[in-house]
Every structure is written in C-alpha cells, then in structure tokens.
C-alpha cells in the first residue's frame, strides 16, 4: 500500500498499527481492529493473489447454498491453482478457524474461471462460483466433508449453469469429483445434467471408492453409502 517499513515502524510506536499476532511478521492491523479470515484473505487478495480464493463448502456456504456457517469454529476451505503456497503470515496465524489449504494439480485446469465477488462487511473477498465450488468440494469427499453433507448440499444446486459446469468438468483432472458430481445430479434429477456432454469429458476408467465398504453405483463406478444405490434412484 506504498507504506515502507521506517513508517511502519513510526505508526507502530505510534499506537496507529500493531502486529497482526506472534509469528506475523511483516503483516500488520490498525490497532484496535480485530481481523478474521476473512479479513485475511481480502489481504491475500490485494496483495496481488488473487488466485488464493475461497473455495469449495465455504464458497457455497457464503453464497447461500448451504447453511453450516454459525458454527464458530467450522473448517474454512481455501484453494488455489497447484504450485501455489500460502505466506507465512497468513499460514502462521490463528484465525480462530481451521484453514483447509489446496492446491492441487488435479483441480489445476479449474484456475482459469472468473471468480465471484463477495461482500464482507467493507471490503470484497473473491470466491469460486457454484459450479466450480462444488467440485472443490466433492474432491474433499469423504475426507473432510461428509457424503450426506455434500449430497444435501448438491440438492440444493439446481440452478448451475450447464455451460460453465461443463467446461469445468471437462478441465478439472479430479475422476472421482467429477463422477460424484454427475452422481449427485442424477440422484436429485438435477435440470442442467441433461444438457452436458458426457462424451467431451473424461471420467476415466474403473471403479473408485468414495466411501470404504459401500456398494458400487454402477452408472458412475463409485461405491456410495448403502441404501443410496444407484444414482437416479431414491437418496
């Protein structure tokens, strides 16, 4: 923000600014301010990273997709394209919130999108948009977000854009999100699913398992949690 250090340190002793927290170094607040993640992330953002974005459960639980956010302490999912890493100061930091970080090559083809602007109390911090934030989300199945949680969450999507959910299933290098998304709109008869283009997108070959000592959808070759069978079905 052109403040260079010398001033840095005036406004410090100054009582203007002071560290962000231990192990911070170099980022700073305005005294008296408390600074959230989101705050951080706006940080990160202006700072010429924009490609750090919020992502996957979050991005859709921000954008009203999905109604988990009161929980103080819930997981916030962070992503970026694959060779990207996070500033000490950030990834240091408490923010009162477990930060999930991926970056991963197999989401690598998602980095082209154009993100959503989101309004944060007085400043804008930029997320995936629902399309894209759901396959950063089935690609933490079951790991970090359980099955019938993205599933209720998936139910709730009937407004995805096909043309922009297919470019990105046709980009995105992650079988088992892009099969999990295709189960999931067949399973609640989602509209948009008929409009794609099964044979423009790889899906690879052979099963994957989803979910340890479930049974195989034999449509999408995942195992699912017993009783929700094969995908069209009842879930």
């Known amino acids: 923000m052109g403040v260079s250090s010398s001033l ?49 459960r979050t991005a859709l639980e921000m954008q009203g997709y999905a109604h988990y956010g009161a929980l103080g302490t819930r997981e916030v999912f962070l992503h970026a394209p694959g060779a990207s890493v996070l ?47 759901a396959l950063e989300m089935l690609f933490h199945v079951p790991r970090r977000v359980g099955f019938d949680e993205a599933g209720q969450i998936m139910a709730g999507l009937g407004t995805m854009r096909p043309a922009l959910a297919q470019t990105l299933l046709e980009r995105c290098g992650s079988i088992r999100a892009k099969r999990l998304l295709l189960y999931f709109a067949e399973a609640f008869g989602l509209a948009w699913r008929a409009d794609l283009d099964l044979s423009r997108i790889d899906l690879g070959r052979g099963n994957r398992q989803i979910v340890p000592g479930g049974v195989l959808d034999r449509q999408y070759r995942i195992t699912v949690p017993a009783g929700s069978a094969d995908a069209g079905g009842a879930f």
């Open 8 to 56: 840095v340190r005036k406004y410090v002793q100054g009582g203007w600014l002071a560290p962000l927290g231990p192990g911070s170094r170099g980022a700073y607040r305005r005294a008296g301010d408390a600074v959230d993640w989101t705050g951080g992330v706006y940080a990160l953002q202006e700072a010429k990273r924009p490609h750090i974005h919020v992502g996957g």
């Open 87 to 133: 500033p000490t100061w950030f990834a240091d930091h408490d923010w009162g919130a477990p930060i999930v970080f991926t970056a991963s090559s197999q989401l690598q083809g998602l980095a082209w999108r154009e993100l959503v602007s989101q309004p944060v109390r007085d400043y804008v911090v930029l997320l995936s948009p629902p399309e894209q934030a």
